[in-house]
């Protein structure tokens, strides 16, 4: 089913369709246009983060090709069927990075892409925290930290029951991870060998409170995962052919849920972002928006 060109695809508008009318999305993208969207999406975060007047840049940026490789590569969806029951899920359980999912949702068709400058406005449908009851393509309602993986885990434990074969993606933040709820949730889906789940961890080193290794340290992280009964996976977070690798990896696994540790850079992209913890929840102003957008161009 060869559908339309990544470029093209970009900013269509959500049309309503049954679900045999729409059109898998097409998953053809090439490396070099996969990191052209990258870039593209690092731009689309900078703009309507500053044009809100808050939000959170630096986790959104550090994740930018994690959710480039999957909803340009590896994920089965239709963006003009949001509900399509054989879809792949993603889960964004770090919901404050919200602007990059909604730039990747617009990239892809599920809305306009002008709408991205609504962000965080009374009555628009993109608001600082995801919301799945008005956003298309946003499977959870985000807000509390540590949530997002035993969410997970039931979507997840639901398509086996329902005999579907799709596959449940998760994102997390690495300071997300001192909340014990996420360990909950690990040691229930190693339990019920749930293979059809994975998790992703955007390691970049920092949470609100400065850099993890100070606030709360999760060494030795990867060998926390193995203990649960995880098969660990870790990769060069920024390396879309190495991301693209990890997943396909673990969609070979079998008998056990998978965790992608991917070494990120909170702030990627933009210089005076890059590893500063001031830029987890503080909004560029006007001179930093014209600053970022030129180091992206």
């Known amino acids: 089913m060869?559908?339309?060109?990544?470029?093209?695809?970009?900013?269509?508008?959500?049309?309503?369709?049954?679900?045999?009318?729409?059109?898998?999305?097409?998953l053809s993208a090439s490396v070099a246009e996969m990191e052209a969207m990258a870039k593209k999406l690092r731009r689309h975060i900078i703009t309507m983060i500053g044009k809100a007047g808050s939000g959170h840049p630096g986790g959104s940026l550090s994740a930018v090709e994690i959710l480039t490789a999957l909803y340009f590569k590896l994920m089965r969806h239709k963006p003009q069927d949001p509900h399509?029951?054989?879809?792949?899920?993603?889960?964004?359980?770090?919901?404050?990075?919200?602007p990059l999912l909604y730039a990747v949702l617009a990239e892809c068709g599920y809305f306009p892409v002008e709408e991205l400058l609504t962000l965080r406005q009374l009555d628009s449908r993109l608001?600082?925290?995801?919301?799945?009851?008005?956003?298309?393509?946003?499977?959870?309602s985000a807000g509390s930290l540590g949530q997002g993986l035993s969410f997970a885990l039931g979507v997840a434990l639901a398509g086996r029951l329902d005999g579907q074969d799709y596959r449940v993606y998760v994102l997390l933040g690495d300071g997300e991870c001192n909340e014990g709820q996420v360990w909950?949730?690990?040691?229930?889906a190693s339990h019920y060998s749930v293979d059809n789940?994975?998790?992703?961890?955007?390691?970049?080193?920092?949470?609100?409170?400065?850099?993890n290794c100070d606030v709360m340290s999760l060494d030795p992280f990867a060998a926390k995962w193995q203990a649960f009964g995880w098969r660990v996976i870790?990769?060069?977070?920024?390396?879309i052919p190495r991301l693209i690798a990890a997943f396909k990896e673990a969609q070979k696994v079998k008998g056990q849920p998978v965790v992608i540790i991917a070494h990120t850079v909170k702030g990627k992209g933009v210089s005076f972002m890059e590893n500063n913890p001031d830029f987890h929840?503080?909004?560029?102003?006007?001179?930093?928006?014209?600053?970022?957008l030129k180091e992206l161009a």
């Open 281 to 292: 929840g503080t909004a560029p102003n006007t001179m930093e928006v014209e600053f970022a």
């Open 127 to 140: 608001q600082g925290h995801t919301d799945r009851t008005i956003t298309p393509g946003v499977e959870m």
């Open 84 to 98: 399509w029951e054989d879809r792949d899920r993603f889960i964004l359980s770090k919901g404050h990075a919200a």
């Open 184 to 188: 909950e949730a690990a040691m229930a």
């Open 234 to 239: 870790e990769v060069d977070g920024h390396s």
């Open 2 to 26: 060869v559908k339309k060109s990544l470029p093209e695809m970009g900013g269509s508008k959500s049309t309503s369709a049954t679900s045999a009318e729409a059109e898998v999305f097409s």
């Open 197 to 211: 789940l994975t998790a992703i961890v955007d390691n970049n080193g920092q949470q609100i409170d400065g850099w």
